[in-house]
């Protein structure tokens, strides 16, 4: 038994468990708009991601009882931190990016555009007044023809790193606060008692 008690060590493998679960989930269900599409992070990609995560709890739960309590508060909320920081740009990014080709709302179209459109379909938008989901239709899914090179690049990597972070940090969270909470509840060690009577 460790100094934590059998408690800690039952809620640090429950919440170990539950943490590489999240992840496993998150990177092998059906995508919604907030998560990249398959072209900028396909199956593969994902479910990698999700086995990293997986890899980075058992670490997290196997050296828990050396970091101590301290340490773990502290990966505890630096982790919360990045989740929640990925979520808001991987929101942002694949929502506001996110264009169908055909125009039909189905996931097996959506696609991610840039930031920054070319010159011609700059001049074609100011022009006709098309909304860049209108050119995308227009140039028949040839992205380069709408936004330039160097601005999808930027949207991918953006959306890439935050989708993975999102998974990695969150299922760390997970696992490092039930480590955690393990450690404050179990027993304290008893306290020896005096081996010397009053005379």
């Known amino acids: 038994m460790t100094e934590y008690g059998v408690f800690a060590n039952l809620v640090g493998t429950v919440s170990s468990l539950v943490a590489a679960g999240a ?31 997986m890899i980075g709890v058992a670490l997290l739960y196997a050296f ?17 931190l990045i989740a929640m920081s ?23 179209n959506r696609r ?9 379909a700059a001049s074609i938008a100011k022009k006709r007044g098309l909304t860049q989901q209108q050119m995308f239709e227009d140039a028949q899914g040839d992205k ?32 490092a606060a039930g480590t955690l909470v393990g450690m404050s509840r179990a027993p304290s060690a008893p306290v020896a008692a005096n081996s010397t009577n009053a005379a």
């Open 144 to 175: 380069d023809l709408v936004w330039t090179r160097q601005s999808q690049a930027a949207v991918h990597i953006r959306s890439t790193l935050s989708y993975i972070l999102l998974i990695g940090a969150g299922a760390c969270c997970i696992a």
């Open 64 to 80: 828990s009882t050396q970091m101590g309590s301290l340490w773990l508060a502290v990966v505890t909320g630096a982790s919360f």
């Open 112 to 120: 991610l555009g840039g930031d920054t459109l070319t010159r011609e």
């Open 23 to 53: 992840a496993m989930t998150i990177a092998f269900t059906k995508r919604t708009q907030w998560q990249p599409p398959e072209e900028a992070v396909p199956l593969a990609v994902s479910r990698m991601a999700g086995l990293v995560s």
């Open 86 to 108: 990925s979520l808001l740009v991987a929101i942002r990014t694949n929502i506001n990016h996110s264009y169908y080709f055909p125009s039909t709302r189905a996931e097996s």
